[in-house]
């Protein structure tokens, strides 16, 4: 066998709903809830499942949706009928109501279904963790970061992650929030800007002309007005096009040891966007899967309460060997998972998976050449000396 191993008293729960999957926004949109499929065949095909407790997620419901969104935006949701897209390439059409029926975010059937799926699975990571059953809970069809009060943004509706986070705050004091999705985690942050029980730190590709969605600069910390309680406890690492293995874990680190030095969560949600990775269809980091898996382990060790929840990734090959092995970490197995280089013969959709079927490909055979590293060690520094400055103003 593959040297599975559960480890003793220490609880991993897997939350998932296979009907996620069968969802489409469109033939050739980006989001393609299919890797999902994917990933949850690799978790399996290593044997992954008998480390964890497994829990068909259930679909939210109204009531819990509407506990961050609007009702106005949740009944829309429900009851707007698939109608034929408003061909939109370029963003412009104003007669959409809630952002919805573009081409980021288009109406599809089963839309609501979608939605309430991706929500439930958050929010029984979150119980989970509440009721102390998981030490930490894995919620990939989650991590839906840009979805407004009342709005959808960004190929999100719902923000399972905000409606996870109010549910972890029954119990936790204090909840840090983490995004390496290569986009800026704003809904989240947003929805938290007055609250100094939630710390938000987003690590982001950042050109506001150029790249989705604009916001998330290094000065921006939350609004400092009127005695704000939640003034400095919004962190942004903004990043250019090319960052590695290297520098993105020792940023990593550095930044997340000092925010939990300062402000002591009870409880971390990481939202784990695959879009990160080298050889995305969006994103152009040079990440590879050790090095975005690193920052899952550097969490784990912190030993507190934990949500994973997925986000972006639109190379759903990679998207499935990430997420299989960041699984692999939550349960202690990634020595084991990375000791069988070979991907298991019997993975449903072997194929898909291409460079000769191992796990951890190196940038040359997912790129052929690396994109050029456009970060500097003295800007990755000087990031380093905003957040410090910021953290200042921030205690438990
Ligand atoms: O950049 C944008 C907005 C536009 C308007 C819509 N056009 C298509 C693109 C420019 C300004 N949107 C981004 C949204 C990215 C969302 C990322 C979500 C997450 O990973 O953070 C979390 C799940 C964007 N980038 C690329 C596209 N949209 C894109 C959308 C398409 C597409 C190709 C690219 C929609 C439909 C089709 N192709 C067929
Ligand atoms: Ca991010
Ligand atoms: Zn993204």
Redesign the pocket.
């Given at each position: 066998e593959l040297g599975i191993t559960t480890p003793k008293g220490y609880d991993v729960s897997f939350h998932y709903n296979p009907e996620m999957e069968r969802h489409h926004f469109?033939q050739?949109?980006?989001?393609k809830p299919w890797r999902l499929t994917l990933t949850k065949g690799l978790v399996t095909a290593y044997g992954m499942h008998y480390t964890m407790k497994n829990y068909t997620a259930r679909a939210a419901t109204y009531d819990e949706l509407t506990s961050f969104h609007t009702s106005d935006y949740v009944d829309f949701l429900a009851t707007v009928a698939p109608q034929p897209t408003p061909l939109d390439?370029?963003?412009t059409n104003s007669d959409l109501k809630f952002n919805l029926g573009?081409?980021?975010c288009p109406l599809f059937e089963g839309l609501y279904n979608y939605c309430s799926l991706s929500g439930g699975a958050s929010l029984d990571a979150a119980r989970k963790l509440c009721t102390k059953q998981s030490d930490i809970a894995i919620a990939w069809g989650g991590?839906?970061?840009?979805a407004k009060r009342s709005e959808a943004s960004?190929?999100?509706y719902v923000n399972d992650i905000v409606i996870a986070i109010l549910q972890l705050l029954r119990v936790h004091k204090r909840v840090l929030y983490i995004d390496i999705?290569v986009?800026h985690g704003d809904g989240v942050e947003e929805a938290f800007f007055s609250t100094d029980r939630v710390m938000t730190v987003s690590f982001h590709k950042y050109d506001p002309m150029n790249f989705?969605p604009g916001t998330g600069a290094l000065e921006d910390n939350g609004p400092k007005s009127e005695h704000n309680p939640g003034a400095h406890h919004a962190i942004n690492v903004p990043l250019n096009d090319g960052i590695t293995d290297e520098q993105y874990k020792w940023l990593f680190e550095n930044v997340i040891s000092r925010c939990v030095e300062k402000f002591k969560p009870e409880a971390i949600v990481l939202q784990c966007?695959a879009?990160s990775l080298a050889g995305d269809r969006?994103g152009k980091f040079n990440l590879l899967v050790q090095g975005h898996g690193s920052c899952v382990e550097y969490c784990k060790g912190l030993g507190l309460p934990m949500i994973i929840v997925g986000?972006?990734g639109y190379t759903p090959k990679n998207v499935a060997r990430a997420w299989a092995y960041e699984t692999a970490i939550a349960t202690n197995n990634q020595s084991n998972v990375a000791a069988t280089a070979e991907i298991p013969l019997h993975t449903p959709y072997r194929k898909n998976f291409e460079y000769d079927s191992v796990l951890l490909p190196s940038i040359e055979q997912i790129l052929g050449d690396a994109r050029q590293n456009r970060n500097t060690q003295k800007r990755l520094q000087e990031i380093i000396q905003h957040v410090t400055e910021q953290l200042r103003f921030v205690s438990a």
């Open positions: 469109g050739t949109h980006p989001m390439l370029d963003g573009g081409s980021d991590g839906l970061h840009h960004g190929f999100c999705d986009h989705f966007g879009d969006l986000g972006g």
